[in-house]
């Protein structure tokens, strides 16, 4: 059975950083491209970040509003992946989903999702 | 980047009906590969968003045959027949053919 599951939300203030985690299991992490999703308060869903697998040299890439201030990376040994975000802002409040892109292309299994907010 | 426009916003129907959403993207979805990298999920009160139809017609793993996925080119469309009290949430098309990946604004499909 595939699972996904998200960790490391919270309430920051502008300004400062989090760092959100995705461990998986139940299926071959190791060549697996992983992506991050968000989901606004208005309900709006949007892709943050990709990282792709080693044979593909872990490539990145980042939707442009957090471009410089997020950072994918990936644990293959820890079947995990993670999203450093650094200078955060009130717009990056929402639900943060971690999911996997399947061999159809499709993103095929997502976590239960893991709340930031953003807030003085 | 690519604009989705999904349509209606808001579906009543009545529980054993049929319906139809719309998903039109700003340019073509098809991928070099000749693929088309359009998906829909639909997302319970709670929930993460589930895949229910991958590459427009293809249905995932469990997913019952009332739903059917049709379109091609930029004019997308999913049907839902025989309407169960379970297929109640809000229905999203997602394409990944161009980056970034974007979403349609979502269609809230309730009991009339």
């Known amino acids: 059975e595939v699972q996904v599951l998200e960790s490391g939300g919270g309430l920051v203030q502008p300004g400062n950083s989090l760092k959100l985690s995705c461990a998986t299991s139940g299926f071959t992490f190791s060549i697996a491209w992983m992506y991050w999703y968000r989901q606004f308060p208005e309900k709006r869903l949007e892709w943050v970040a990709r990282i792709k697998a080693k044979s593909n040299n872990y490539a990145t890439d980042y939707t442009e509003s957090v471009k410089g201030r997020f950072t994918i990376s990936r644990d293959d040994s820890k079947s995990s992946i993670y999203l450093q975000m650094n200078n955060l802002k009130e717009e990056d409040t929402a639900i943060y989903y971690c999911?996997?892109?399947?061999?159809?292309?499709?993103?095929?299994?997502w976590g239960q999702g893991v709340m930031v907010t953003v807030s003085s | 980047d690519v604009l989705m426009t999904q349509t209606p916003v808001s579906l009543p129907v009545s529980l054993g009906g049929q319906v139809s959403i719309s998903c039109r993207s700003s340019?073509?979805?098809?991928?070099?590969?000749?693929?088309?990298?359009l998906h829909w999920y639909l997302q319970k009160p709670g929930q993460s968003p589930q895949l229910l139809i991958y590459r427009v017609s293809n249905r995932f793993s469990g997913v019952p045959d009332r739903f059917s996925g049709s379109g091609s080119g930029t004019d997308f469309t999913l049907r839902i027949s025989r309407v169960e009290p379970e297929d109640l949430g809000v229905y999203y098309c997602?394409?990944?053919?161009?980056?970034?990946?974007?979403f349609g604004s979502g269609t809230k499909l309730e009991i009339k």
């Open positions: 340019q073509s979805l098809v991928y070099s590969d000749g693929y088309t990298y």
């Open positions: 999911a996997r892109r399947g061999g159809t292309g499709a993103f095929d299994y």
């Open positions: 997602l394409q990944s053919t161009h980056f970034p990946l974007t």
